[in-house]
Every structure is written in C-alpha cells, then in structure tokens.
T-cell receptor
Framework: GAVVSQHPSWVICKSGTSVKIECRSL??????MFWYRQFPKQSLMLMAT?????????EQGVEKDKFLINHASLTLSTLTVTSAHPEDSSFYIC????????????FGSGTRLTVV | AQSVSQHNHHVILSEAASLELGCNYS??????LFWYVQYPGQHLQLLLK??????LVKGIKGFEAEFIKSKFSFNLRKPSVQWSDTAEYFC???????????FGKGTSLLVTP
C-alpha cells in the first residue's frame, strides 16, 4: 500500500535555528502533501497544502515565512521551521491523499520537534 | 464554517463493554467521512471511511460506523472493546477526494482490564 516516510522522527534544536522535516512517498507519486500540526492531547490542525511545482497554500494564521514548504518533486515535500522558538515545539505530521478508487490518506509517522 | 465535533473527550470502559463515540459535522454539500485511530507513540491509522452507498460502514478490528445524513453524524461503534483498543480516536471530514481532512478534537479511550 501507499507509504509516506517522514524524517526525522524527533529533533531537538536550539532557539533561533532552523529545522527541516522531510516527507517522501515511497511507492506512489504525491502531487499534493498536507502538513498538520498536533499539540499534546489535541487534534491535528492543517497548516498548509503543498503541490508539486507550485507554491504552497497556507491556512489562516500560519506564518509563511516561518514554515517554509517546498514540494520539489512528486515524491518529496519538505517543511522547514525557520528561526525556531520554544512555542514551535509540537508534533508535525504530513499526509498525502491516495489515488484511484481508494481515496484514502496516508500519514507519515510524524516528527516531534522540541525547541530549547 | 466547516467543523467537526467529537462529543466525548475522554472515555473509560471495561473490557467487553460496548463503545460508541460521537461525531457530528457541519459541512455543506458532499462529504467524505473517516475515523482514524492513533495508538500511543504511533501514527494515524485508518479505521474506516464513508464516501457513498451503504451508510453502515464496517472497518478494521471490529469497528463500524453509521452515517446518518439527517443528523450530520458519523458515530463509531464497537460491540466489545479490548484492552488493546486503548488509543486516541479521531473523526475527520472532507468535501471531496484530494481535499485536506478536517479533524475533530479526538477522543481518548482507556480500556481497563
């Protein structure tokens, strides 16, 4: 079945540095990738939608300059948290829609970001 | 505005008890409905989904859900829960294939032996 590989699983970084999170579709082409953020004990909140070859679409309230999204190929989408601060600490998850009759969604395993 | 509501935030059940988790949505037009489960330390897994057809949907691990259009509901059920069902359950909705999912706040289920 469709698999999305997300790396790293967890990362600790210093305040002010940048962190890149990668999501790769391993056995299918993901023209679209959704990026979510999940706070502890809360739901997943959509941050942005990336489309291969075009600019990402950000949800209201999400800073485009802080959360840089790139969808360089049909199998790779990246989220870079720039100038990270402790309040950016969270669980970030990517998801790609399925194809064909499945119409499901495949989720990455998530990245736990801790900014100290 | 489009929204998804899960009524039960925390549920504690004994093994073999029956489970019903509520999910209501506020969407205009066509909807696709999903239930996902997130076991501790793991990523989201699809339990079941509804796009059209029979409103009673059967999923994995003995779960089922019923789409009641008139009530804008998609409640999740399981006749007899097991300790291994302890997890976070999320209801999600979108308005068509390829659209992002809108998640409810989740229900934390604890099944005690």
């Amino acid at each position: 079945g469709a698999v999305v590989s997300q790396h790293p699983s967890w990362v600790i970084c210093k305040s002010g540095t940048s962190v890149k999170i990668e999501c790769r579709s391993l056995d299918f082409q993901a023209t679209t990738m959704f990026w979510y953020r999940q706070f502890p004990k809360q739901s997943l909140m959509l941050m942005a939608t990336s489309n291969e070859g075009s600019k990402a679409t950000y949800e209201q309230g999400v800073e485009k300059d802080k959360f840089l999204i790139n969808h360089a190929s049909l199998t790779l989408s990246t989220l870079t948290v720039t100038s990270a601060h402790p309040e950016d600490s969270s669980f970030y998850i990517c998801s790609a829609p399925g194809s064909g009759s499945y119409y499901g969604y495949t989720f990455g395993s998530g990245t736990r970001l801790t900014v100290v | 505005a489009q929204s998804v509501s899960q009524h039960n935030h925390h549920v504690i059940l004994s093994e073999a008890a029956s489970l019903e988790l509520g999910c209501n949505y506020s969407y205009g037009g066509t909807v696709n409905l999903f239930w996902y489960v997130q076991y501790p330390g793991q990523h989201l897994q699809l339990l079941l989904k509804y796009f059209s057809g029979d409103p009673l949907v059967k999923g994995i691990k003995g779960f089922e859900a019923e789409f009641i259009k008139s009530k804008f509901s998609f409640n999740l059920r399981k006749p007899s829960v097991q300790w291994s069902d302890t997890a976070e359950y999320f209801c999600a909705v979108n308005s068509g294939s390829g659209y992002a999912l809108n998640f409810g706040k989740g229900t934390s289920l604890l099944v005690t032996p």
